[in-house]
């Protein structure tokens, strides 16, 4: 390719990022988890017009990926394990989609990403999550929900990435993750 051919498509990729700011958007974090690139956004969601004040708020006129879909369930999916806390009042929002209660954190549960929630298809259904030679089951009892965010029904926070198993602190727990080592943790998983 020319010199003027790679300038000139150099261009035009700063013209569709300056024009469409959504392809560009979220933490510098979800950009380097592993989706296995078969998962694009579906479109964006404008944070509120006013903040709430939390660490992983949604900021106000910031834009956010919305995503339909996740990767193929294989036998080793790879993913990311975040912490939710599934009891009234944690960071979980509303109740579990599944059952339409809060769960103790003493329970190995988790919210898998709405392309993996599949319409409630895996709801009470037990995955296997692997990670540091360990391996655990833990029941599906809510949605990550990767299309909509920003609100209190949703804890306020942004639409969840579409390779997200957000887990319990028993899973964590389980799987002997502690210390620095909880937070955003790449993990393999699969039906069980």
Excluded at 24 to 51: D, K, V
Excluded at 85 to 109: A, L, M, Q
Excluded at 135 to 161: I, R, T
Aim: with cysteine.
């Amino acid at each position: 390719m020319s010199s003027t051919a790679s300038l000139l498509v150099l261009a035009l990729a700063g013209l569709l990022l300056v024009t469409f700011p959504g392809l560009c958007a979220g933490t510098a974090a979800a950009h380097h988890r592993p989706n296995g690139n078969q998962c694009h956004p579906s479109g964006s969601l404008e944070g509120p017009s006013t903040g709430h004040i939390c660490g992983e708020c949604c900021k106000p006129g910031h834009l956010y990926p919305k995503y339909q879909c996740s990767s193929p369930v294989t036998k080793n999916t790879r993913a990311v394990m975040t912490l939710n806390n599934f009891e009234e009042g944690g960071d979980g929002g509303d109740p579990s989609e599944c059952d339409g209660k809060y769960h103790y954190n003493t329970e190995r549960v988790v919210a898998l990403s709405t392309g993996w929630y599949n319409h409630g298809k895996r709801c009470g259904k037990n995955i296997r999550i692997s990670a540091k030679g360990r391996s655990v089951l833990a029941k599906v009892v809510d949605e990550c929900d990767s299309l909509h965010g920003c609100d209190k029904p949703h804890a306020f926070q942004p639409p969840c990435e579409p390779n997200i198993v957000d887990a319990s602190q028993a899973v964590w727990d389980a799987l002997d993750i502690t210390g620095d080592g909880v937070g955003d943790y790449p993990i393999t998983w699969t039906d069980a």
